[in-house]
């Protein structure tokens, strides 16, 4: 664990950690908990961002879970311990991290206005309410779509933002 999932068990009481195990505080979401967590280990096929629970706590509130897989766990040798087979990723959504748009323009090759657009784009604003959010002419906003379509190989709005959205970090820095 790093310091910011140390803090999140201490103080919270959706989580505790339970023979060097995470474990939800309650009993119906800790089976659902375990479940991604063999799922992930297992042969099942997950989806490319994982699995995601959620982890509620007694306020109403909580965190959510993504779980990923790791190289299943093998040791590299007898007297080696095992190897982690999965990785839990908890964040509390109200701390969600903001959309990753320096790091996915520099990866997709987009400049500064396409960037502007596709963000604009992503709480799915039509091309019209975009441009106007952004100050800038409708037939602008369309050139940069169709560019970025064309540097991130998508074709559609959905698409597009399906893309950014798994470049999101499943933690923010804590």
Same mark, same amino acid.
């Given at each position: 664990? =790093?310091? !910011?999932?140390?803090?999140?068990?201490?103080? !919270? =009481?959706?989580?505790?950690?339970? =023979?060097?195990?995470?474990?939800?505080?309650? #009993?119906?979401? *800790? !089976?659902?908990? *375990?479940?991604?967590?063999?799922?992930?280990?297992?042969?099942?096929?997950?989806?490319?961002?994982?699995?995601?629970?959620?982890?509620?706590?007694?306020?109403?509130?909580?965190?959510?879970?993504? #779980?990923?897989?790791?190289?299943?766990?093998?040791?590299?040798?007898?007297?080696?311990?095992?190897?982690?087979?999965?990785? #839990?990723?908890?964040?509390?959504?109200?701390?969600?991290? *903001?959309?990753?748009?320096?790091?996915?323009?520099?990866?997709?090759?987009?400049?500064?206005?396409?960037?502007?657009?596709?963000?604009?784009? !992503?709480?799915?604003?039509?091309?019209?309410?975009?441009?106007?959010?952004?100050?800038?002419?409708?037939?602008?906003?369309?050139?940069?779509?169709?560019?970025?379509?064309?540097?991130?190989?998508?074709?559609?709005?959905?698409?597009?933002?399906?893309?950014?959205?798994?470049?999101?970090?499943?933690?923010?820095?804590?």
């Amino acid at each position: 664990m =790093n310091r !910011s999932a140390e803090r999140q068990v201490k103080t !919270s =009481n959706a989580l505790r950690i339970v =023979n060097s195990r995470i474990e939800a505080m309650r #009993v119906e979401v *800790s !089976s659902i908990l *375990s479940k991604a967590i063999s799922d992930a280990i297992g042969d099942e096929a997950l989806a490319p961002g994982g699995q995601q629970v959620a982890l509620p706590d007694d306020d109403g509130a909580g965190y959510l879970a993504t #779980v990923l897989p790791l190289d299943r766990g093998e040791r590299r040798n007898l007297t080696s311990p095992f190897a982690a087979a999965a990785a #839990v990723f908890v964040q509390d959504p109200t701390l969600a991290p *903001s959309l990753p748009g320096e790091a996915f323009a520099k990866l997709y090759g987009l400049t500064g206005g396409e960037l502007r657009v596709a963000l604009a784009r !992503s709480p799915g604003l039509g091309l019209k309410e975009a441009a106007d959010l952004l100050g800038i002419r409708e037939t602008t906003a369309k050139t940069h779509l169709q560019r970025i379509f064309e540097k991130t190989g998508t074709s559609r709005q959905a698409e597009l933002i399906q893309l950014l959205m798994a470049a999101t970090p499943p933690v923010k820095a804590g």
